[in-house]
């Protein structure tokens, strides 16, 4: 079911140092911020050859990453996001093999204008795992 790794996140306490760090001493391909309102985040794309990384950022007070950067100080990572071709038929899947689907289980649009979910950390060793329709 799950295709390619889309992409990696890690949570950052410092966007800006964490963005001039892979630009300048790892030389990666660094976007912009950009903020992703309905998901409480600010982040940005580190393109790399066969992957991307996600830096992440708390956006408004209801961000989802607080609580782990309260407990990740210097920061650390936070979900690996997995492609899947139909994302509502990966879902009922899951829910079927009683995995946690968080929110309300629809899916919302991501940082790349594709839907996505995401599953409780705790039922995955402790990895939360995002699913990209792509
Ligand atoms: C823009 C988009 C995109 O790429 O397109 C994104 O990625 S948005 C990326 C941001 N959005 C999301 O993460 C949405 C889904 N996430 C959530 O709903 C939440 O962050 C939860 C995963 C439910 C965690 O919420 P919260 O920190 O409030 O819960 P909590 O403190 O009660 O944590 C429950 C337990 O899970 C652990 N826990 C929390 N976050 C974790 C993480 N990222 N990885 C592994 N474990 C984690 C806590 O340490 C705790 O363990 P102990 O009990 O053992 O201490
Ligand atoms: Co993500």
């Known amino acids: 079911m799950i295709g390619r790794l889309n992409h990696v996140a890690i949570a950052v306490p410092d966007l800006e140092a964490a963005s001039a760090q892979y630009r300048t001493m790892l030389g990666a391909d660094v976007g912009p911020p950009q903020d992703e309102p309905d998901h409480g985040v600010t982040v940005v794309f580190i393109t790399l050859p066969n992957t991307k990384i996600e830096l992440l950022y708390p956006l408004g007070a209801g961000s989802p990453i607080h609580g782990f950067l309260a407990k990740n100080p210097a920061g650390g990572i936070h979900h690996i996001c997995y492609e899947v071709d139909d994302l ?47």
């Open 88 to 134: 509502l038929a990966a879902r009922d899947h899951l829910l079927a093999e009683g995995a946690r689907v968080l929110g309300d289980g629809a899916p919302k649009i991501g940082a790349h204008g594709k839907p996505v979910l995401f599953l409780h950390p705790k039922d995955f060793n402790g990895c939360l795992i995002e699913l990209e329709q792509v």
